[in-house]
T-cell receptor, first 110, second 116 residues
């Protein structure tokens, strides 16, 4: 089963623009994590935001969390070609297992 | 610091065969999780090992089994392979008390399994 659902499924923007991806989930969470995956290979951890946090920054990344709406967003500012990848959110289910969405495929056009 | 490594990179098997995939954890990590990722989908949790014991399992049949060794490396075994087992298999390690969700996970590059 998939707990998180990313939106949009695909996003294509010009280099330098900002990219926003959203994640919705179904049950209460301990934390929510965002990962990046290049070309169907291993995933790279980007940010972990805990349920008592509302916003977190890391370099060009900004993550927000709204537990009342069960949603999170990932903003990438000043996008670069190297940001082209799939982005996944992952949350805990009631069995304490990380459950992943199907991801947002981001394409940065030069 | 050595990252998470997986072997082999690619593997082709036929239906009904058995396969063993291997994972070496990042130095200092005592928890290993395995995921199956079908093409175009997010990872699906298979199981997690903490200090050589299974510490959580997803919705996968018993023909998916695993081991964790004293050096925290791990194996994923799949018996009686089916066509739907074709996927990218990812291993991730983390530190902590077996609750990987409290900490970030470090992923290996994956093993792409094709079942014919």
């Amino acid at each position: 089963s998939q707990q998180g659902e990313e939106d949009p499924q695909a996003l294509s923007i010009q280099e330098g623009e900002n990219a926003t991806m959203n994640c919705s989930y179904k049950t209460s969470i301990n934390n929510l994590q965002w990962y990046r995956q290049n070309s169907g290979r291993g995933l790279v951890h980007l940010i972990l935001i805990r349920s008592n946090e509302r916003e977190k920054h890391s370099g060009r990344l900004r993550v927000t969390l709204d537990t009342s709406k069960k949603s999170s967003s990932l903003l990438i500012t000043a996008s670069r070609a190297a940001d082209t990848a799939s982005y996944f959110c992952a949350t805990l289910d009631s069995n304490y297992q990380l459950i992943w969405g199907a991801g947002t495929k981001l394409i940065i056009k030069p | 610091e050595t990252g998470v490594t997986q072997s082999p990179t690619h593997l082709i098997k036929t239906r009904g065969q058995q396969v063993t995939l291997r994972c070496s954890s990042q130095s200092g990590h005592n928890t290993v999780s395995w995921y199956q990722q079908a093409l175009g989908q997010g990872p699906q949790f298979i199981f997690q090992y903490y200090r050589e014991e299974e510490n959580g399992r997803g919705n996968f049949p018993p023909r998916f089994s695993g081991l964790q060794f004293p050096n925290y490396s791990s194996e994923l075994n799949v018996n009686a392979l089916e066509l739907d087992d074709s996927a990218l298999y990812l291993c991730a390690s983390s530190s902590g008390q077996g609750r990987s969700y409290y900490n970030e996970q470090f992923f290996g590059p994956g093993t792409r399994l094709t079942v014919l």
